[in-house]
């Protein structure tokens, strides 16, 4: 008899114990956070590097051709952060030529040089940046006339200004690669040979692929 009482209180036991846990309120799953912006490549430091590729002028006739040169500059990420600031100054040689003949009178103009001092702002995914780019330019600017018994050349120093972008890819740990557009104004450069005056500015357009060593 003392063994059909016990199973009977141990048999009410776990009905109330299961009833008891079948009126707790069930837990709610935490909710999601939203995972942080983490990037597995810095792109902090120092680097310097080449270029080369193709421009071509508006102003002083259709000039076009070779560009090359190098480039040095620092950019700066703040841990957790996609954006990337950077300071880039660059020298380039330059083949654009032009030739303009109206009558008698032969206008030639050439763009051998110019650089850039420029500030950048990119955002990063991990090994890949696209950017802005724009600051001060200056160009080394070659304008001639030739009329009859008049001829006259200017060669000089303009400054202006470049505005462009690019994207570029971490290839290896301390290599990357770019590709970058470059609009680059010269400023104003004249000549005049007698009552003949030929005056403006150049308008570079630059499109350059580029390698850069990251310190």
């Known amino acids: 008899m003392k063994k059909i009482l016990l199973a ?25 956070k939203a995972v942080p912006y983490v990037s597995m490549y810095n792109w902090t430091g120092l680097y310097i590097g080449v270029n080369g590729g193709y421009g071509w002028t508006d102003g002083f006739g259709d000039a076009d051709g070779f560009v090359g040169g190098g480039q040095i500059g620092y950019n700066w990420q703040a841990a957790g952060s996609p954006f990337v600031f950077g300071l880039e100054a660059d020298f380039q040689g330059a083949d654009l030529s032009s030739s303009t003949t109206v009558g008698a009178t032969t206008v030639t103009a050439k763009s051998n040089a110019f650089g850039t001092v ?36 200017n060669n000089e120093w303009s400054s202006g ?13 301390r290599w990357t690669v770019k590709a970058e557009y470059l609009y680059v104004h010269s400023g104003d450069v004249s000549v005049t040979a007698g009552p003949f005056v030929a005056s403006g500015d150049y308008s570079n357009n630059i499109v350059r692929a580029g390698l850069n060593y990251r310190f």
């Open 8 to 32: 009977t209180v141990g048999i009410l036991a776990l009905g109330v114990a299961s009833a008891s846990a079948a009126d707790l309120p069930r837990r709610e799953a935490m909710p999601t």
């Open 118 to 153: 420029r500030g950048r702002i990119g955002y990063a995914w991990d090994r890949a940046m696209i950017y802005a780019t724009g600051g001060w330019a200056y160009t080394r600017t070659d304008l001639g006339i030739t009329a009859p018994g008049f001829a006259a050349s």
């Open 161 to 173: 200004y470049a505005l462009g972008g690019g994207i570029e890819w971490a290839a290896w740990d």
